[in-house]
């Protein structure tokens, strides 16, 4: 694989230097300024998170400058790890699972997801964003399933699930109104995706300090 060639995968990217992307570049403070938001308001795990959040913004940064294999690497691997360090600590937290199992269950993404993936992928309007698909299922899942253990909590991750679905229609219909909106639509993502990110940031640190005071 030629991890330096030119990637061309989105509406404003005319040609391959390194500011063709502005809007798409510069949106991705939103990542930083929430996770800079959150951090004094989170403690624990939030602080991780808002950790890889940041990271989730530099890492598409340098893909909408660049533009290149080595940084499509470097936008996707954060947004991963937030996934997967969320879902352990949903497992853990909001189903009291014992690290160990709670980790057990958070390796069932990967079958999940590849089971998944390729079913979205088969919707030809969604495109790339099959991959992203399968999580706000996942997302709603929990919030049926914790509808009544922890019903503040599935409200919270129901938002989240809605906020996602709308910031990959973002993401989807950037090539298909391209000719409409010359600029397109992915900054939108970038901005939505942040706003959904700290929003789940912050419904597992008001879950956590809710057991934490119903166990003082």
Known sequence: MDWTRAVDGYCER??????????NAITNLAFVVVAAWLWPRTHGTGRVLCLVLAA????????????QPWAGALDVLPIVLFILIY???ANRDFWHLRPWWALAATALFFPYAALLVPVFGAIPALGDSAGYAPVPLLIAAYAVLL???????????AVGAGLLV????????????????PMGTHFAWHLLNA?????????????????????R
Do not use: Q, Y
């Open 14 to 23: 005319l040609d391959a230097g390194f500011w063709a992307e502005p809007i």
């Open 147 to 157: 509808r009544h253990r922890a019903p503040k909590t599935a409200r919270g991750l």
């Open 166 to 181: 709308l910031s990959l229609t973002a993401r989807t219909i950037d090539e298909p109104l391209c000719n409409v909106l």
């Open 87 to 89: 879902i352990f600590a």
């Open 56 to 67: 989730i913004g530099v890492g598409s940064f340098l893909f909408h400058t660049f533009a």
């Open 195 to 215: 706003v959904m990110l700290g929003w789940m940031i912050a419904v597992w640190t008001r879950h956590d300090l809710a057991g934490r005071a119903a166990a």
